[in-house]
Nanobody, 131 residues
């Protein structure tokens, strides 16, 4: 059974940086055979896509809110996915989730952005940015 666990997050000041990681286990082939992404959900808002990569690891895609500030990276040796967040603002305050799916079909070379496209989810980690 695939399990995802987010590590990191916490509190940062506006303009600062934070890094969250996601440890994956239980999937044959590890992260090498998974398409993965980061989502976030603020109170009262829908869960939104932040950034992700295709199953083959060659394509990255970011939401407009994340472009130029956030970077997604994957370490297939450690079976981890990371999200480096820079130039944080209070609007980035949310629970951040790691998501994954098998790198099959369109997910092999395309970054899916809908939450419903990902069957595997972590429990989420809180990121709070103060003004």
């Amino acid at each position: 059974q695939v399990q995802l666990m987010e590590i990191g997050g916490g509190l940062a000041q506006a303009g600062g940086s934070l890094r969250v990681s996601c440890a994956a286990s239980g999937h044959t082939g590890g992260t090498y055979t998974m398409a993965m992404a980061w989502f976030r959900q603020a109170p009262g808002k829908v869960r939104e896509f932040i950034g992700g990569l295709s199953g083959d690891g060659t394509r990255f895609f970011y939401a407009d809110s994340a472009k130029g500030r956030f970077t997604v990276s994957r370490d297939n040796f450690k079976n981890t996915l990371a999200l480096q967040m820079n130039s944080l603002t209070p609007e980035d305050t949310a629970v951040y989730y790691c998501a994954a799916r098998d790198a099959q079909g369109t997910a092999y070379s395309y970054v899916h952005t809908a939450p419903s496209d990902y069957p595997y989810w972590g429990q989420g980690t809180q990121v709070t940015v103060s003004a």
